[in-house]
């Protein structure tokens, strides 16, 4: 077959003859036509088409090679490598893709059709391994464009051109696990736990609500779990050798010595009980907690979740790992973002995908 012909003009490509636009727009589905009844091509959608030799390129008379347009687009448009090879590698899948206007971040849309006929519409952010994953920023993508999208996906090309992708979502956590009264108890802060020795009561607090692990015939509490009975009145702990208890003030400024980001796991295990969630440490998946939304008796944990604030400073690996990991479990990992300001919590939950 015939390659299309068409002339590069500033930061796009315009195609006039009317068998190749029939060809590339109503076969195709690529570019856009424009009132002189020409064919308008993004510099993505002339690449992916250069590369594949079903369009050459000129300008002035003077052929453009593939390297050339890569490298013009390249000067134009800062990490037009990085979207060129996502954008290639949606359509060698087989799907439709858009690209998006008037936005450095959601790059392209994508119509999928479902087996129920239905068309689901997808926006996809096009980003490197490299690039400081902004968690924030994806979270207002999400809400910002849920009445236009089904779904959002991330598509991260590495430093060798592969692409993986996710599907980013708002995560409605809710849990089955009811709150229950506990009589007042008294424990004693060592360092970087709680111990409790009120064999009567802590039997009660372990089997409801599973706090902590016993202890001998005590129970031992993780900092968090403290410090959310102590907020709930239900708690008072002493240091050994002084009968004075800590007040909720005290204890938090002890404590944080030994867990500085204990604030912050505090309002996150705070938002997930209201949730009526059960929630118990996620060190052994590397992570903050691991979360229930049913007695663990019943039930593997659901869902590992890490907080973090808009201060957080990961990479897209650590990210990657994490995600991989929770999927070998059978769980869904999902970042608790705190936003300091409103004081507000948003759940973004992050799992693998085969488009």
């Known amino acids: 077959m015939q390659s299309a012909h068409g002339e590069l003009e500033d930061s796009h490509i315009i195609v006039k003859n009317t068998e190749d636009i029939g060809r590339l727009y109503s076969k195709s589905r690529l570019g856009k036509t424009t ?8 510099l993505i959608e002339a690449a992916y088409l250069l590369d594949d030799q079903k369009l050459t390129v000129h300008r002035n008379k003077q052929k453009i090679s593939f390297p050339l347009l890569v490298s013009y687009a390249a000067a134009l448009d800062v990490g037009f490598e990085t979207k060129f090879i996502i954008f290639q590698s949606l359509r060698n899948r087989g799907q439709q893709v858009t690209l998006c206007k008037n936005s450095s971040i959601i790059s392209f849309e994508q119509t999928k059709k479902e087996e129920n006929g239905h068309e689901q519409h997808i926006g996809v952010i096009a980003l490197s391994e490299r690039n400081q994953p902004n968690l924030f920023q994806i979270k207002e993508i999400i809400l ?10 991330i598509a991260l090309a590495d430093e060798e051109g592969d692409v993986t992708y996710y599907l980013a979502a708002h995560q409605q956590l809710q849990g089955c696990i009811p709150h229950h009264d506990y009589p007042k108890l008294i424990g004693v802060l060592l360092k970087d736990r709680a111990l409790l020795f009120d064999e009567t009561n802590v039997e009660s607090l372990h089997s409801k609500e599973f706090y902590g692990k016993f202890f001998g015939n005590g129970l031992q509490l993780s900092l ?6 102590i907020q ?9 050798h002084k009968e004075e208890p800590l007040s909720n003030h005290d204890f938090l400024k002890e404590v944080t010595h030994y867990q500085p980001d204990l604030p912050l796991r505090l309002e996150i295990f705070r938002d997930l009980k209201r949730r009526n969630m059960l929630v118990k440490t996620g060190f052994k998946f590397g992570t903050h907690f691991r979360a229930y939304t049913q007695p663990p008796d019943k039930n593997h944990a659901e869902y590992l979740v890490h907080a973090i604030t808009d201060e957080y400073n990961g990479s897209w690996a650590e990210i990657s790992r994490a995600v991989r990991l929770a999927h070998s479990v059978n769980k869904t990992f999902a970042f608790a973002l705190f936003d300091k300001t409103n004081e507000d919590i948003f759940y973004l939950s992050i799992r693998r995908l085969r488009p």
């Open 224 to 229: 968090v779990e403290a410090a959310y009975l």
């Open 35 to 42: 009132s002189e009844n020409h064919l308008k091509l993004s």
């Open 232 to 240: 709930q009145d239900i708690l008072t702990l002493t240091i050994p």
């Open 144 to 153: 910002q464009t849920r009445s236009k999208y089904d779904e959002i996906w």
